[in-house]
Nanobody
Framework: QVQLAESGGGLVQAGGSLRLSCAAS????????MGWYRQAPGKQRELVAS???????NYADSVKGRFTISRDNVKNTVYLQMNSLKPEDTGIYFC??????????????WGQGTQVTVSS
């Protein structure tokens, strides 16, 4: 089993900043990719940002230049620094991790989500 524990959500005014953290623990050999998704009320879950084991980054167009994803490989933790927040960034933010759990076998895991609310 793998656990992803998110923290750092909250309420912030437009233009403000938040930093999300997601720590992975449990039984796995390595982490292939970690990312952040968000789901706004009435909308589908969408990718916000991801980072591979090799450090390749991917961002949704809507957050480019405002959000930064990073990871600490020693702590098995991924961070999402969110600056210049907008009301449309409001939603539940979910951490996702793709882990190698057995030789040649990868599985995807989700955290429980953390609420981010940006007031106008």
């Amino acid at each position: 089993q793998v656990q992803l524990a998110e923290s750092g959500g909250g309420l912030v005014q437009a233009g403000g900043s938040l930093r999300l953290s997601c720590a992975a623990s449990g039984r796995f050999f390595s982490i292939e990719l970690m990312g952040w998704y968000r789901q706004a009320p009435g909308k589908q879950r969408e990718l916000v940002a991801s980072i591979t084991a090799g450090g390749d980054l991917n961002y949704a167009d809507s957050v480019k230049g405002r959000f930064t994803i990073s990871r600490d490989n020693v702590k098995n933790t991924v961070y999402l620094q969110m600056n210049s927040l907008k009301p449309e960034d409001t939603g539940i933010y979910f951490c996702n991790g793709v882990m190698v759990v057995l030789a040649g076998i990868t599985t995807s895991w989700w955290g429980q989500g953390t609420q981010v609310t940006v007031s106008s």
